[in-house]
Protein backbone atom coordinates (compact mmCIF):
# COMPACT_ATOMS: atom_id res chain seq x y z
CA UNK A 1 0.00 0.00 0.00
CA UNK A 2 0.89 3.36 -0.50
CA UNK A 3 1.66 6.02 1.98
CA UNK A 4 2.24 9.71 2.47
CA UNK A 5 3.73 11.81 4.78
CA UNK A 6 3.36 15.28 5.62
CA UNK A 7 5.80 15.77 8.86
CA UNK A 8 4.67 19.91 9.04
CA UNK A 9 1.07 20.16 10.58
CA UNK A 10 1.25 24.25 10.27
CA UNK A 11 4.08 26.34 9.19
CA UNK A 12 3.90 30.25 9.02
CA UNK A 13 5.83 33.13 7.32
CA UNK A 14 5.37 36.78 6.09
CA UNK A 15 3.96 37.98 3.41
CA UNK A 16 7.17 37.87 0.07
CA UNK A 17 9.00 35.32 1.86
CA UNK A 18 9.82 31.81 0.56
CA UNK A 19 8.59 29.12 1.96
CA UNK A 20 8.93 25.28 1.42
CA UNK A 21 6.58 22.02 2.50
CA UNK A 22 8.11 18.93 3.23
CA UNK A 23 6.36 15.43 1.78
CA UNK A 24 7.34 11.75 1.70
CA UNK A 25 5.95 9.09 0.09
CA UNK A 26 6.42 4.94 0.26
CA UNK A 27 5.90 3.08 -2.97
CA UNK A 28 6.67 0.40 -4.49
CA UNK A 29 5.32 1.30 -7.98
CA UNK A 30 8.14 2.50 -10.55
CA UNK A 31 5.52 4.55 -12.48
CA UNK A 32 2.81 7.52 -10.57
CA UNK A 33 2.48 10.91 -10.52
CA UNK A 34 2.66 13.49 -7.33
CA UNK A 35 0.68 16.25 -6.95
CA UNK A 36 0.28 19.01 -4.60
CA UNK A 37 -3.34 20.76 -3.64
CA UNK A 38 -4.55 23.55 -2.06
CA UNK A 39 -7.61 23.78 -0.19
CA UNK A 40 -8.63 27.39 0.97
CA UNK A 41 -10.98 27.92 3.87
CA UNK A 42 -13.99 27.72 1.13
CA UNK A 43 -12.91 23.93 1.10
CA UNK A 44 -12.57 23.70 -2.53
CA UNK A 45 -9.92 21.30 -3.83
CA UNK A 46 -7.38 23.27 -6.70
CA UNK A 47 -4.62 21.43 -7.97
CA UNK A 48 -1.31 23.56 -7.37
CA UNK A 49 1.22 21.06 -9.41
CA UNK A 50 1.55 17.55 -10.90
CA UNK A 51 4.93 15.71 -11.39
CA UNK A 52 5.23 12.48 -13.15
CA UNK A 53 7.72 10.11 -11.59
CA UNK A 54 8.93 9.20 -14.98
CA UNK A 55 9.96 12.61 -15.74
CA UNK A 56 13.44 13.40 -14.09
CA UNK A 57 12.81 17.19 -14.50
CA UNK A 58 11.45 19.45 -11.28
CA UNK A 59 7.88 20.96 -12.51
CA UNK A 60 6.84 24.37 -11.83
CA UNK A 61 4.03 26.48 -11.94
CA UNK A 62 5.01 30.23 -11.72
CA UNK A 63 5.45 30.56 -8.08
CA UNK A 64 5.43 26.99 -7.00
CA UNK A 65 7.60 24.31 -7.96
CA UNK A 66 8.74 20.82 -6.79
CA UNK A 67 12.09 19.46 -5.40
CA UNK A 68 11.28 15.54 -6.55
CA UNK A 69 13.80 13.25 -4.90
CA UNK A 70 12.96 9.63 -6.54
CA UNK A 71 15.08 7.49 -4.91
CA UNK A 72 15.00 9.24 -1.75
CA UNK A 73 10.83 9.44 -2.56
CA UNK A 74 10.67 12.93 -1.34
CA UNK A 75 8.50 15.73 -3.12
CA UNK A 76 8.16 19.10 -1.66
CA UNK A 77 6.69 22.13 -2.76
CA UNK A 78 8.45 25.43 -2.37
CA UNK A 79 6.62 28.58 -2.93
CA UNK A 80 8.31 31.72 -3.66
CA UNK A 81 7.20 35.20 -2.94
CA UNK A 82 4.32 34.08 -0.67
CA UNK A 83 1.30 35.80 -0.96
CA UNK A 84 -1.42 36.02 1.80
CA UNK A 85 -3.63 34.16 -0.73
CA UNK A 86 -1.27 31.20 -0.86
CA UNK A 87 -3.31 30.52 3.23
CA UNK A 88 -4.58 27.54 2.84
CA UNK A 89 -4.10 23.67 3.85
CA UNK A 90 -1.86 22.07 1.10
CA UNK A 91 -1.84 18.50 0.78
CA UNK A 92 0.38 15.79 -0.96
CA UNK A 93 -0.97 13.08 -3.19
CA UNK A 94 0.12 10.15 -4.74
CA UNK A 95 -1.41 8.31 -7.55
CA UNK A 96 -0.12 5.43 -9.58
CA UNK A 97 0.33 5.42 -12.93
CA UNK A 98 -2.47 3.27 -14.87
CA UNK A 99 -4.29 2.49 -12.00
CA UNK A 100 -7.88 2.96 -10.45
CA UNK A 101 -6.49 6.80 -10.24
CA UNK A 102 -7.09 6.50 -7.06
CA UNK A 103 -5.33 9.51 -4.90
CA UNK A 104 -3.47 9.03 -1.84
CA UNK A 105 -3.18 12.34 0.18
CA UNK A 106 -0.93 13.08 3.23
CA UNK A 107 -1.78 14.63 6.38
CA UNK A 108 -1.82 18.38 4.93
CA UNK A 109 -0.06 21.04 6.18
CA UNK A 110 -1.67 24.36 7.27
CA UNK A 111 0.17 27.62 5.81
CA UNK A 112 -0.42 30.62 7.37
CA UNK A 113 0.77 34.05 5.39
CA UNK A 114 1.18 36.61 7.35
CA UNK A 115 0.71 40.68 5.99
CA UNK B 1 -10.83 23.41 -17.12
CA UNK B 2 -13.25 20.85 -16.30
CA UNK B 3 -16.32 21.59 -13.78
CA UNK B 4 -17.90 19.28 -11.55
CA UNK B 5 -20.48 20.30 -9.21
CA UNK B 6 -21.80 19.21 -5.93
CA UNK B 7 -25.21 19.24 -4.34
CA UNK B 8 -25.77 20.28 -2.24
CA UNK B 9 -23.31 22.49 -0.28
CA UNK B 10 -24.60 22.28 3.17
CA UNK B 11 -27.46 19.79 4.60
CA UNK B 12 -28.73 19.44 8.15
CA UNK B 13 -30.86 16.09 8.64
CA UNK B 14 -32.15 14.78 11.70
CA UNK B 15 -30.95 11.48 13.07
CA UNK B 16 -32.08 7.99 11.47
CA UNK B 17 -32.84 9.55 7.90
CA UNK B 18 -31.05 9.44 4.88
CA UNK B 19 -29.33 11.84 3.15
CA UNK B 20 -28.58 12.03 -0.73
CA UNK B 21 -25.61 13.98 -2.49
CA UNK B 22 -25.25 14.59 -5.94
CA UNK B 23 -22.31 15.10 -8.00
CA UNK B 24 -22.33 16.41 -11.58
CA UNK B 25 -19.54 16.03 -14.33
CA UNK B 26 -20.97 19.31 -16.38
CA UNK B 27 -18.36 19.57 -19.65
CA UNK B 28 -17.29 16.11 -19.69
CA UNK B 29 -18.04 12.54 -19.92
CA UNK B 30 -17.06 11.27 -16.24
CA UNK B 31 -15.79 7.09 -16.30
CA UNK B 32 -15.04 7.14 -12.88
CA UNK B 33 -16.00 9.11 -9.74
CA UNK B 34 -14.80 8.66 -6.48
CA UNK B 35 -16.30 10.07 -2.80
CA UNK B 36 -13.96 10.85 -0.08
CA UNK B 37 -14.46 12.10 3.19
CA UNK B 38 -12.30 14.60 5.20
CA UNK B 39 -13.37 15.56 9.00
CA UNK B 40 -11.93 19.30 10.31
CA UNK B 41 -8.84 19.51 10.06
CA UNK B 42 -7.99 16.72 8.59
CA UNK B 43 -7.01 14.88 5.11
CA UNK B 44 -9.27 12.96 2.66
CA UNK B 45 -10.53 9.90 2.70
CA UNK B 46 -11.31 7.86 -0.03
CA UNK B 47 -14.52 5.91 0.61
CA UNK B 48 -15.41 4.30 -2.87
CA UNK B 49 -14.86 4.33 -6.36
CA UNK B 50 -17.82 4.22 -8.97
CA UNK B 51 -17.86 3.44 -12.41
CA UNK B 52 -20.47 4.00 -14.85
CA UNK B 53 -22.73 1.38 -14.88
CA UNK B 54 -21.60 -1.02 -12.24
CA UNK B 55 -21.24 -1.30 -8.45
CA UNK B 56 -19.06 0.80 -6.61
CA UNK B 57 -16.20 -0.35 -4.99
CA UNK B 58 -15.74 0.38 -1.35
CA UNK B 59 -12.51 1.05 0.61
CA UNK B 60 -11.57 -0.96 3.78
CA UNK B 61 -13.83 -0.28 6.64
CA UNK B 62 -16.46 1.82 4.51
CA UNK B 63 -19.95 0.42 4.82
CA UNK B 64 -21.69 0.25 1.75
CA UNK B 65 -24.67 -0.20 2.89
CA UNK B 66 -24.66 2.90 5.20
CA UNK B 67 -23.31 5.21 2.18
CA UNK B 68 -24.92 3.71 -0.88
CA UNK B 69 -23.44 5.45 -4.48
CA UNK B 70 -24.95 5.11 -7.89
CA UNK B 71 -23.62 6.19 -11.13
CA UNK B 72 -26.15 5.63 -13.54
CA UNK B 73 -25.23 7.77 -16.15
CA UNK B 74 -21.82 9.31 -17.49
CA UNK B 75 -22.48 12.61 -15.66
CA UNK B 76 -23.64 11.61 -12.33
CA UNK B 77 -23.09 9.94 -9.41
CA UNK B 78 -25.27 9.79 -6.31
CA UNK B 79 -23.60 9.69 -2.55
CA UNK B 80 -26.78 8.51 -0.02
CA UNK B 81 -26.34 8.32 3.56
CA UNK B 82 -28.74 6.29 4.67
CA UNK B 83 -29.99 6.22 8.21
CA UNK B 84 -27.59 9.30 9.27
CA UNK B 85 -26.28 9.53 12.72
CA UNK B 86 -24.54 12.12 14.53
CA UNK B 87 -20.92 10.23 13.74
CA UNK B 88 -21.70 10.45 10.20
CA UNK B 89 -21.87 13.86 9.79
CA UNK B 90 -18.39 15.00 7.93
CA UNK B 91 -17.43 17.30 4.70
CA UNK B 92 -17.74 14.89 1.63
CA UNK B 93 -15.85 15.76 -1.18
CA UNK B 94 -16.87 13.95 -4.57
CA UNK B 95 -14.01 13.76 -8.05
CA UNK B 96 -14.14 12.68 -11.46
CA UNK B 97 -12.34 11.72 -14.37
CA UNK B 98 -12.64 11.06 -17.92
CA UNK B 99 -10.21 8.23 -17.77
CA UNK B 100 -8.60 7.16 -20.44
CA UNK B 101 -4.85 7.07 -22.09
CA UNK B 102 -3.20 10.60 -21.33
CA UNK B 103 -5.99 11.22 -19.14
CA UNK B 104 -5.16 9.30 -16.01
CA UNK B 105 -4.24 11.55 -13.70
CA UNK B 106 -6.36 14.49 -14.86
CA UNK B 107 -9.03 14.49 -11.47
CA UNK B 108 -11.71 17.38 -11.04
CA UNK B 109 -13.45 17.92 -7.15
CA UNK B 110 -16.33 18.66 -6.56
CA UNK B 111 -17.09 21.65 -3.36
CA UNK B 112 -17.97 19.40 -1.19
CA UNK B 113 -21.18 19.03 1.19
CA UNK B 114 -21.08 19.83 4.87
CA UNK B 115 -23.26 17.21 6.24
CA UNK B 116 -24.55 17.54 9.67
CA UNK B 117 -26.63 15.33 11.44
CA UNK B 118 -28.61 16.45 14.52
Known amino acids: AQTVTQSQPEMSVQEAETVTLSCTYD???????LFWYKQPPSRQMILVIRQEAYKQQNATENRFSVNFQKAAKSFSLKISDSQLGDTAMYFC????????????FGQGTRLTINP | GAVVSQHPSRVICKSGTSVKIECRSLDFQATTMFWYRQFPKKSLMLMATSNEGSKATYEQGVEKDKFLINHASLTLSTLTVTSAHPEDSSFYIC??????????????FGSGTQLSVL
Open chain 1, 93 to 104: AFMIDGGAQKLV
Open chain 2, 95 to 108: SATEGGAGRNEKLF
Open chain 1, 27 to 33: TSENNYY
